[in-house]
């Protein structure tokens, strides 16, 4: 088995030079009249980052999985160089930094030419760079960017024997809500050994979309069992998820350290938040995406009410997204769900900060923020006290 694996990672990586040969065409182009072995790297960082980027992350994987090997006991497999020393090992790259290469390439040098490509070439890649790098935010846009502590448990109810398909879906849905070195790793080895069709086709399609590395792996040969071609469209609703927070499952497990309130029409601002909190290492729970599955809008109901409430007792304290969409100038809540939230918040004495982006103040202690076009920041001195409730 292991020849095998080896020789399919040398057919792949074969391959996977082969993509290389244009992008380096096409810098060698744009060269400058002098340039040295630290240019070539340079300029395909600032013209390929997407390469890069997922040279970095096959580099990331192979390594891990040698790694795994050696803790195993076992001989290391693949040996992948750093990103740096596979650049350098391409043919093509060693043709450019050739002595000869350098010589031709300035002796046929016209700079104005030359700045006319590369003005050219550098408008081409953004436009490109650009539609590539707005479909891996848009992916990526309801992740967090934490690692949340109950990970593990996710991960490891997924190999618990007997569980049915439904149940894998759900894990994978939860997994691919983080952006974390564990998520990741996981989705990995379902892509590499699960023997489901559509649980596989599910964690490739995310790694893809999300800018990671990843090779779709073809069916697995052989006579086809029932297991590898069963199917399940998760269709779930408020009421499934109730039962399974009043039964004991792994979403009784979960835990956050803020719950987002915030009205309808503040989507965007919640989410701006969220990546604030996120990048303070603080976890959120915001309703449409942290249970998107779930809690779909168009099929709202008490049970919605109910998961909210449980989701609620599961967080660390509330902060209240105060906007002229969420209350009026008296401070009269406009949404019904946020006033459900915040009321059903103080009556279990759930501790509630606001941050406020309108005209007036609250009657709950504000945490100091900033809002620009493309985030919020907040300054770290000011959550000291949600810090305090957390580490009660």
Known sequence: MAGIVKRKYNKETGLYIKSFTQPLKSISKILPVEYNKI??????????????????????????????????????????????????????????????FKEEHKKHFNKSVRDHEYEKFKEKRKIENNIYQKKISENNKLAQNVEPLYIDLFIFQYHRKGISIQEKLEIVNEIKKFNCKKSIRFLQKLNDSERNNQVRREAFNHLQKSGIYVKLRKNFKGKQKQYHVERDSFMVTPRDLIKRLESNSMQTKKSFDIFISHSFNDNNEALKLKDALNNLNLSVYIDWTSDNDFLRREIASDYTKLVLMERIKQSGVIIFLKSENSTSSDFKIKSLWVEMELSFAKEINKKIFCVNLSEGNSPFEEISTVLNDDNIDIQKESIKDIYSHLNK
Request: aromatic residues 16%.
């Open 39 to 100: 240019t070539i790297p340079n300029i395909f960082k600032e013209f390929y980052p997407r390469q890069w980027n997922e040279l970095i992350s096959r580099y990331q994987y192979y390594t891990d999985k040698d790694k795994n090997l050696q803790k195993n006991g076992k001989k290391t497999r693949f040996h992948h160089e750093r990103p740096e020393d596979f650049l350098f090992g391409l043919a093509k790259t060693k043709q450019i930094i050739s002595h000869r």
